[in-house]
């Protein structure tokens, strides 16, 4: 089969190598930019999210592609995401898109039709090979969120303006050639040293530190949330990233298969301020505001789309927390209308608020 599938940050880099282990073509879609948008909003909808439309779109820039397969992921429970791929198929079909739809999803009763998606995935019957090609695909999410993270520290302390981006861009896609394991972790050693090279090693200011969180399309896709990261990194504050895609996976997928669950934690955290799963990454918004809170960061951005229920229970319960723990956090709602530069602007702000907190005590 000739599969496409939708952008979630660069996780396509491990999703191509696992379709390949299978015995599958990947149709990588573009990166996301206006016309993903426009297409995907054009058969949605109106009042569907951000994350549903753009989703919507990569699918469709697949299909122009040659893709004859869309995968997507599914679920079960208070979020909206769950119902995303049977809807998508619908309005894919309805505009005239004669293709097959796979949703992987952790079974809940059916696995009778459980078991025939994963037939249809699983096409490769060398079990040695799918084994081996597991394990590629797994050092490949591992490697890429490490040299996400590293530049995350690097770049608010780079040099030149655009040098650690460009480097990361640069390594990403030697990640995506390699075949060996070996290879993945032989990038990883070797960029630690070459970026040294590239960061000023005159600049002996603290930098401000800020928690990222909130849905998780909106936080790892960069096209969704205007490229937050890099404008944080350019203006001088190190990011810190609460999302893992391996760990949402763990928790997700392979804790679920297993029986246990990855709530209790969270819940922990978020006594008092919240009781419980409300569904998407709500719960885990408000547990790690106070997990970031108690470690002393200049600042939390909590990031949601519009009409994204879980985030809005979080978003209002976020400003109780900020004034307990004397951390400021700055909620920001996306949709197709967000402008960069009224967005911009509200960074610029809540950097210059946070430098200010951040100064006034050393």
């Known amino acids: ?9 660069n996780s396509y880099i491990a999703i191509e190598t696992l379709l390949r282990t299978l015995g599958h073509e990947p149709i990588t879609p573009p990166l996301g930019t206006r016309k993903t948008l426009e297409l995907g909003s054009k058969i949605s909808p109106e009042h569907t999210c951000l994350p549903f439309k753009i989703i919507l779109g990569n699918m469709l820039e697949g299909i122009s592609q040659g893709a004859d397969t869309v995968m997507m992921i599914g679920g079960w429970g208070p979020c909206r995401l769950g119902y995303y791929g049977e809807i998508q198929r619908i309005l894919l079909e309805e505009s005239g898109n004669d293709i097959e739809f796979i949703t992987l999803e952790v079974p809940r009763k059916d696995y009778n039709k459980a078991w025939s998606t994963m037939r249809k995935v699983f096409s490769c019957k060398n079990l040695g090979a799918i084994y081996k090609g597991c ?9 890429l969120e490490r040299l996400e993270n ?23 896609q030697e990640l995506r050639q390699v075949s060996s394991i070996k290879d993945c972790y032989l990038i990883y050693e070797n960029s630690e040293k070459e970026l040294e090279d590239l960061i000023n090693p005159n600049n002996k200011r603290r930098v401000p530190r800020v928690g990222f969180l909130g849905e998780i399309y909106t936080v790892v896709e960069p096209f969704a949330n205007l490229n937050i990261e890099t404008r944080l990194g350019h203006l001088g504050v190190e990011v810190v990233r609460t999302i893992s895609l391996w760990e949402w996976l763990q928790d997700h997928i392979f804790k679920k298969i297993m029986g246990k669950s990855h709530i209790e934690p969270l819940a922990k955290s978020a006594d008092g301020y919240l009781r419980g799963f409300i569904g998407g990454h709500g719960l885990e918004s408000v547990a790690h505001s106070v997990e970031l809170a108690k470690s002393n960061l200049d600042g939390i951005i909590h990031i949601l789309p519009l009409s994204c229920n879980p985030e809005i229970i979080a978003q209002g319960i976020l400003p109780k927390i ?4 004397e951390v400021p956090i700055m909620s920001l709602v996306i949709d197709e209308h967000a402008g960069e530069t009224g967005f911009q602007t509200r960074l610029e702000a809540f950097v210059d608020l946070m430098e200010r907190r951040l100064y006034a005590r050393v």
């Open 1 to 9: 089969m000739k599969i496409t599938f939708p952008h979630l940050g």
């Open 135 to 143: 394990q590629l695909t797994k050092a490949k999410m591992d490697v």
């Open 150 to 172: 590293l530049s995350l520290y690097c770049r608010p302390r780079e040099k030149i303006p655009g040098a650690i981006s460009s480097f990361l861009d640069k390594k990403l």
């Open 322 to 325: 900020s004034s307990d723990y």
